[in-house]
């Protein structure tokens, strides 16, 4: 086939991959061609402007490295990431909601005891932790794997701050007897998304602002569970209703109380007002999968 045009070269493009063996591969593909040719019948880009695009895609592949991922930020900021979290967890009753995993987790984080202070020294308020894990049903789950990661006081991860020796404000724990996890940090700060490369760029130039409500970031891990990836959020954030990245619902909103210098919840006493954050999760079982 030739004399392709602007209404026959849809049908032609996905005619070209009707020998795909893979069926997925071929349906993914055959939406792509049909949705992207819709998108530029629709937007009708001048060259310029497709040149602009190749350039943005360009440079967001070109920003990324193994401590900054541009495509997650460009799929955080349009939505896509919670969209595609959306499809897959659609939870059962008692399960906690999930939101985005974001730029800034670190695979084989440090692995500490219950109790551990995993701040690293960094100023802030301190603020103890307690995260108690279950299946959906109820159920406790003892020996869960709970990682943790937040910013600090000034709205960084620590691999934002190449001063830092060590990993800070993350860390991996394993839930006790009774199902649970504690540890001591400090309170995490609202903090922009990075916007110095092509994200932040799309964000100028239509006005949004890059901020993220404060939050704590959890992945939890247990046998015969879906993984949960989650942040808990700090009620009253100016930002709870505009995250950049569309990440906040309303059951992972919790208060994070202040209290006098005095003993905090596991017995050790804090010389400063600290600030607690308790946390029951509820893990989805996986599907297909005899529960003990
Ligand atoms: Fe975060």
């Known amino acids: 086939m030739r004399d392709f045009n602007e209404h026959n070269i849809t049908q032609a493009v996905i005619d070209r991959f009707a020998g795909t063996p893979d069926a997925r591969l071929k349906e993914i593909m055959n939406s792509l061609v049909t949705h992207l040719h819709d998108f530029v019948r629709d937007v009708e880009p001048s060259f310029a402007e497709w040149?602009?695009?190749?350039g943005f895609l360009t440079r967001t592949g070109q920003m990324c490295d193994d401590k900054r991922q541009e495509f997650i930020l460009l799929s955080d900021t349009l939505g896509v990431s919670m969209?595609?979290?959306?499809?897959n967890h659609r939870m059962p009753e008692g399960a906690t909601e999930t939101t985005v995993l974001g730029p800034f987790y670190v695979q084989g984080p440090p692995?500490?005891?219950?109790?551990?202070?995993i701040s690293g020294g960094l100023k802030g308020e301190m603020l103890f932790v307690e995260a108690r894990v279950a299946a959906a049903d109820g159920t406790p789950l003892v020996g869960a794997t709970v990682d943790v990661w937040q910013s600090d006081d000034d709205g960084f991860y620590d691999v934002q701050r190449p001063e830092l020796k060590d990993a800070a404000l993350r860390g991996r724990f394993k839930t006790n007897d009774a199902a649970k996890t504690w540890f001591r940090t400090i309170l995490?700060?609202?903090?922009?998304?990075?916007?110095d490369?092509?994200?932040g760029d799309m964000l100028r130039a239509t006005n949004?602002?890059?901020?993220r409500p404060a939050h704590v970031h959890f992945m939890i891990a247990a046998p015969g569970y879906e993984t949960l990836v989650t942040h808990v959020f700090v009620a009253g954030d100016q930002y709870l209703d505009s995250d950049a990245v569309f990440g906040v619902k309303n059951s992972?909103?919790?208060?994070?109380?202040?209290?006098?210098?005095?003993?905090?919840?596991?017995g050790v006493e804090s010389a400063t007002p600290w600030?607690?954050?308790t946390y029951n999760f509820g893990l989805k079982p996986l599907e297909g999968v005899e529960q003990r």
């Open 252 to 266: 992972l909103i919790s208060e994070f109380p202040e209290h006098p210098p005095g003993k905090m919840p596991d």
């Open 197 to 199: 490369g092509p994200v």
């Open 51 to 54: 040149e602009t695009a190749i």
């Open 275 to 277: 600030r607690e954050l």
């Open 188 to 195: 995490p700060a609202a903090y922009p998304i990075p916007y």
């Open 111 to 117: 692995e500490f005891e219950n109790g551990a202070d």
């Open 208 to 211: 949004r602002h890059p901020w």
């Open 83 to 87: 969209l595609v979290d959306a499809i």
